[in-house]
């Protein structure tokens, strides 16, 4: 009969015990659960959770002077343009209670900064009607995560293209009836921070298994006759006037 020294097996290279094991399971769920950690480059203590954080680039030249974003896999983007001789903001702030919305300002046809405008509107923080501007530069490099029930009006955004990304959250069933009415709420521009709205936010993260049948039922409530697609809008011109463009794929049996 051979005899197995259970204590020398332990210390054999490379082998972990329960405890490590359980540990470094847990570190790998929570991070293929939330998508990853965050790199955060600047927090603000006038509204909790708004902050900068490191996006993830691919250089492919020496120089520096092409490169990528590399979504996390739980993007949802999508790309937003102003017009140049559009209007370079918004009339309202927008304000949403399923999602955090990721901002990379990829690029500007002028020298002027975009500003955002925030309040925020979440029942219970501790930072509730605060105000905060934050100013940025086009930086494919960074993103402004403005955390759902964040009110947030961008201005000087005339000429600018920007990667509007998403982390979605769910919470009682009637949290999933998604509709643009239920999650986004808009509030006038020239309202005292005292009169926005107090919102209760959805409080557990959509993991990242179930993003693609979170986002499918999203677009089935946004485009319900083409379920398949979100359509993209921006401003552009027709006949000369400003308008807004929808731009989405075509059928291939259209």
């Known amino acids: 009969m051979k005899i197995i020294d259970s204590k020398r097996q332990d210390e054999t290279p490379g082998k972990k015990d329960s405890s490590t094991f359980m540990s470094d399971l847990k570190q790998l769920l929570t991070e293929a659960y939330s998508g990853g950690k965050e790199e955060v480059l600047t927090s603000f203590e006038e509204i909790e959770g708004v902050r900068i954080v490191q996006n993830i680039n691919i250089q492919w030249t020496g120089e520096g002077t092409s490169s990528a974003i590399w979504l996390p896999d739980r993007a949802c983007p999508t790309l937003v343009y102003r017009a140049p001789e559009c209007d370079g903001t918004y009339f ?59 009110a947030h009006l961008p201005t000087n955004l005339k000429g600018a293209i920007c990667l509007n990304n998403h982390k979605w959250y769910v919470d009682l069933p009637s949290y999933l009836r998604y509709s643009r009415k239920f999650d986004i709420q808009n509030v006038p521009a020239d309202t005292e921070a005292a009169r926005f709205p107090v919102i209760k936010t959805a409080r557990f993260a959509v993991p990242i298994w179930a993003y693609p049948i979170f986002g499918a039922l999203i677009r089935l409530r946004i485009v319900p006759e083409n379920s398949w697609e979100v359509p993209f809008y921006f401003d552009g011109t027709m006949q000369g006037k400003p308008t807004t463009v929808m731009l989405r794929r075509k059928h291939s049996d259209v």
């Open 92 to 150: 309202q702030y927008g304000l949403h209670r399923l999602g955090d919305d990721y901002l990379t300002y990829i690029s500007k046809t002028d020298d002027e900064p975009v500003i955002i405008h925030l309040v925020d509107c979440r029942e219970g923080s501790k930072t509730l009607h605060n105000r905060l501007s934050v100013t940025l530069k086009p930086d494919i490099t960074k993103a402004i995560v403005i955390p759902r029930g964040v």
